[in-house]
């Protein structure tokens, strides 16, 4: 059994001007070495902070034994959240946001670190309704039924993971947030 061993590298992209983006084109280039070279993925995001990746598949996870992690918060307008994923790498986050004001459709926006990787429940809200954002079922709940969203699931990542929730302004929410901290493992053990 050959095991590929991948590296990961990660650069930054400086502006000369605060001007919007419209395109970006990659080139990767190797020069003077032997062997062979595998480009799996490309990742673009905004922000100064690298966030989380997908584990190669020669590297299984497995769960670090820990119990599940629960956090609680309380958020008027907005805030951000840091969790202390102390998992050796990225692990799904369910959030579980509780509104405590009538709210217009679009107003709860979830994202990462910067304001990458966001995701916006579409519809209204109203006081007391629960809405589910469950990364690790791949499910998004409005009072325990499918309902419809613009964005990606969230996830922790490891160490030291920063999460922005925007409400309407002046309103508030309770937040519950769960996740399992993973840990890499040897697919031969």
């Given at each position: 059994?050959?095991?590929?061993?991948?590296?990961?590298?990660?650069?930054?992209?400086?502006?000369?001007?605060e001007?919007?983006?419209?395109?970006?084109?990659?080139?990767?280039?190797?020069?003077?070495?032997?062997?062979?070279?595998?480009?799996?993925?490309?990742?673009?995001?905004?922000?100064?902070?690298?966030?989380?990746?997908?584990?190669?598949n020669?590297?299984?996870?497995?769960?670090?034994?820990?119990?599940?992690r629960?956090?609680n918060?309380?958020?008027?307008?907005s805030?951000?959240?840091?969790?202390?994923?102390?998992?050796?790498?990225?692990?799904?986050?369910?959030?579980?946001?509780?509104?405590?004001?009538?709210?217009?459709?679009?107003?709860?926006?979830?994202?990462?670190?910067?304001?990458?990787?966001?995701?916006?429940?579409?519809?209204?809200?109203?006081?007391?309704?629960e809405?589910?954002?469950?990364?690790?079922?791949?499910?998004?709940?409005?009072?325990?039924?499918?309902?419809?969203?613009?964005?990606?699931?969230?996830?922790?990542?490891?160490?030291?993971?920063?999460?922005?929730?925007?409400?309407?302004?002046?309103?508030?929410a309770?937040?519950?947030?769960?996740?399992?901290?993973?840990?890499?493992?040897d697919?031969?053990?």
């Open positions: 059994m050959v095991i590929n061993n991948f590296i990961r590298f990660a650069e930054v992209i400086k502006l000369k001007e001007k919007r983006i419209v395109n970006v084109t990659l080139r990767p280039l190797i020069a003077d070495c032997t062997g062979e070279i595998y480009y799996t993925d490309l990742q673009l995001q905004e922000g100064d902070k690298l966030t989380g990746y997908t584990p190669h020669n590297v299984m996870l497995r769960n670090s034994g820990n119990t599940p629960y956090q918060a309380v958020v008027r307008g805030a951000t959240l840091v969790l202390f994923n102390t998992g050796e790498t990225s692990a799904g986050l369910d959030l579980y946001i509780y509104p405590k004001q009538p709210m217009s459709a679009g107003s709860i926006e979830i994202s990462q670190g910067m304001g990458s990787h966001k995701c916006k429940f579409t519809s209204a809200v109203n006081a007391g309704d809405f589910a954002l469950k990364a690790v079922a791949r499910e998004c709940l409005r009072n325990g039924s499918p309902t419809s969203k613009d964005g990606f699931y969230q996830y922790t990542a490891a160490y030291d993971s920063k999460h922005q929730i925007k409400l309407e302004s002046g309103k508030s309770r937040v519950y947030l769960e996740y399992v901290e993973m840990m890499e493992g697919p031969r053990l």
